[in-house]
């Protein structure tokens, strides 16, 4: 009979796929995604190989890595979510609400061919 060796256990360290660039901003290590890219994919019901077809360059590792993650911190991750859909919101409001002068030109001279039909 053969002895199986066994398996050392050791523990993911998280800093090795994901980094904070600022309090509002965690993304991948070495990538401009954010960890917010990842985990609404995971959320919609892609799996990690449907994501690493929309993000050539990340590995099923990383992004095995960033699912533990989300899954071992849901409400952290949630809250983070949260935050930054609400951040979203807000700029766009803002935007909405004080639109450039190319965009008021566009908006003018819109409501002038609506006239004109």
Do not use: C
């Not at 796929?17 to 959320?43: A, F, Q």
């Not at 990383?62 to 919101?89: C, F, G, M, S």
């Amino acid at each position: 009979m053969t002895m199986i060796s066994p398996i050392e256990l050791t523990p993911i360290k998280i800093d090795n796929y994901l980094e904070v660039v600022s309090p509002n901003t965690i993304r991948l290590k070495e990538h401009r995604i954010g960890l917010e890219h990842i985990v609404e994919r995971y959320l919609e019901g892609y799996t990690p190989e449907q994501m690493a077809q929309d993000f050539p360059g990340v590995s099923l590792v990383q992004i095995y890595a960033v699912i533990t993650y989300y899954l071992q911190h849901r409400p952290q991750v949630d809250a983070y979510l949260t935050e930054l859909n609400k951040q979203a919101e807000t700029a766009y409001q803002t935007w909405l609400n004080n639109p450039s002068p190319a965009m008021l030109k566009i908006r003018q001279l819109k409501a002038q061919r609506q006239i004109g039909l």
